[in-house]
Antibody, heavy 123, light 107 residues
Framework: QVQLVESGGGVVQPGGSLRLSCAASGFTFSKYGIHWVRQAPGKGLEWVSFIQYDGSNKDYADSVKGRFTISRDNSKNTLYLQMNSLRAEDTAVYYC????????????????WGKGTTVTVSS | EVVLTQSPATLSLSPGERATLSCRASQSVSSYLAWYLQKPGQAPRLLIYDASNRATGIPARFSGSGSGTDFTLTISSLEPEDFAVYYCQQRSNWPLTFGGGTKVEIK
């Protein structure tokens, strides 16, 4: 079935780096844009980043711009989020989520979500 | 950025009752609004997109309405599995933004 599985979370010190991965299966990964969305403990959802189906277009929330980089490897059906200069406020569960539309037709809603991976930024 | 304000923060209802949740945008988002449900310890699930279209597999008791700045999610008769947190999300303007959520709890 359609599935997204995040990995790479953990505990990191402020200023440190982490790379998250999201492995996709059950659908044609290369046809769909993918989002990262995070949720701080006990808080609501915050959209983080989006990458177009072919990697040609990327966008970021202001809170992570210049520190996080989204990328994808369609040959490996995998999405990445490189997180640098981490701050305490980046502590959250990070979800990858498939966009509801294919080939950049631009629905920008998330119709399939992974279970999330937890990132804790603490000294 | 478009700010989405959801109300009420908490809704206390009994199974079988009707639930009405509100999402108000700080500027017009046309009909480009979605609703998600999130149960404790789980990922969100898409319920409604473009204000009024049910996502695949979503029961007919869920309906969405509205356009511009005011939107409503209605659950016609609450089932036990519907008690959860609901979020709205707009895609009219970047960055994409979510509302703060409405918790529907058992009365």
């Amino acid at each position: 079935q359609v599935q997204l599985v995040e990995s790479g979370g953990g505990v990191v010190q402020p200023g440190g780096s982490l790379r998250l991965s999201c492995a996709a299966s059950g659908f044609t990964f290369s046809k769909y844009g993918i989002h990262w969305v995070r949720q701080a403990p006990g808080k609501g959802l915050e959209w983080v980043s989006f990458i177009q189906y072919d990697g040609s277009n990327k966008d970021y929330a202001d809170s992570v711009k210049g520190r996080f980089t989204i990328s994808r490897d369609n040959s490996k059906n995998t999405l990445y989020l490189q997180m640098n200069s981490l701050r305490a406020e980046d502590t959250a569960v990070y979800y990858c989520a498939k966009d509801a539309s294919s080939y950049g037709t631009g629905l920008y809603y998330m119709d399939v979500w992974g279970k999330g991976t937890t990132v804790t930024v603490s000294s | 950025e478009v700010v989405l304000t959801q109300s009420p923060a908490t809704l206390s209802l009994s199974p079988g009752e009707r639930a009405t949740l509100s999402c108000r945008a700080s500027q017009s988002v046309s009909s480009y609004l979605a609703w998600y449900l999130q149960k404790p310890g789980q990922a969100p699930r898409l319920l409604i997109y473009d204000a009024s279209n049910r996502a695949t597999g979503i029961p007919a008791r869920f309906s969405g309405s509205g356009s511009g700045t005011d939107f409503t999610l209605t659950i016609s008769s609450l089932e036990p599995e519907d008690f959860a947190v609901y979020y709205c999300q707009q895609r009219s303007n970047w960055p994409l933004t979510f509302g703060g959520g409405t918790k529907v709890e058992i009365k």
